[in-house]
């Protein structure tokens, strides 16, 4: 499988962390796998908004459409803009190499972050 990077910006802006991933991986696995502050609380079941993130406007066209579970998941999430997506519900392809999101300043991780 080819392996594709993936920026995650931090709340504030100030720090930005390069991690690798491999096609066909999960958003959310691998902002967990680098310490990122992205709970996951109902373990992609897309039961919660835990896992929110904002895609970069540059990046955003290249993803699917969100379902409509999705979307009212992100109903319920704060500080929700036109390109916040559930990472969980993220598949990352080839065409995603380069991806850039930022974790939203409403994210609290309380598994210990």
Not at 79 to 89: E, P
């Amino acid at each position: 499988m080819s392996e594709i990077k993936i920026t995650f910006v931090s709340v504030d802006g100030e720090k930005s962390v390069e991690a690798t991933a491999r096609v066909g991986d999960n958003l959310l696995t691998i902002a967990q796998v680098n310490d990122q502050p992205l709970e996951g609380t109902c373990e992609g079941q897309m039961a919660c908004s835990t896992c929110h993130v904002i895609v970069d406007t540059n990046d955003f066209d290249k993803l699917p459409e969100a379902s409509e579970m999705e979307e009212d998941m992100l109903d319920l999430a704060a500080g929700v803009k036109r390109t916040s997506r559930l990472a969980c519900q993220i598949t990352l392809t080839q065409d995603l190499d380069g991806l850039t999101v930022r974790i939203p300043s409403e994210s609290h991780n309380m598994q210990g972050f």
